[in-house]
């Protein structure tokens, strides 16, 4: 009995670190609001969009792997002053 609790254990870890060692995709990307010019970071995995009132906004950027990936290239743009924010 010990062997076959060892045994599940010795998987369950196998397990946890390949979910660790590959997650799951999420796209990233910067948008632009119309009315203020600040830029956000969107999420692709979150099941509603934006709501475009009172302003409108435009994806200003690709999809990017990560979240520090899409951090950089909103600090790109707030340094070439397409961003305000």
């Known amino acids: 009995m010990r062997h076959a609790t060892?045994?599940?254990a010795a998987?369950?870890?196998?397990?946890?670190?390949l979910a660790v060692v590959s997650p799951?995709?999420?796209g990233y990307?910067?948008?632009?609001?119309?009315?203020?010019?600040?830029?956000?970071?969107w999420n692709e995995d979150l099941r509603y969009k934006?709501?475009?009132?009172?302003?409108e906004y435009k994806?200003?950027?690709?999809?990017?792997?990560?979240?520090?990936a899409a951090m950089a290239v909103q600090?790109?743009?707030r340094l070439q002053r397409h961003c305000t924010l």
């Open 75 to 77: 600090e790109k743009m």
């Open 24 to 26: 799951a995709q999420a």
């Open 50 to 55: 934006p709501i475009q009132w009172p302003s």
């Open 11 to 17: 998987v369950g870890i196998a397990v946890s670190g």
């Open 59 to 68: 994806v200003v950027s690709k999809p990017v792997p990560t979240f520090a």
């Open 29 to 41: 990307y910067v948008i632009r609001w119309d009315n203020t010019g600040v830029c956000q970071i």
């Open 6 to 8: 060892a045994l599940c």
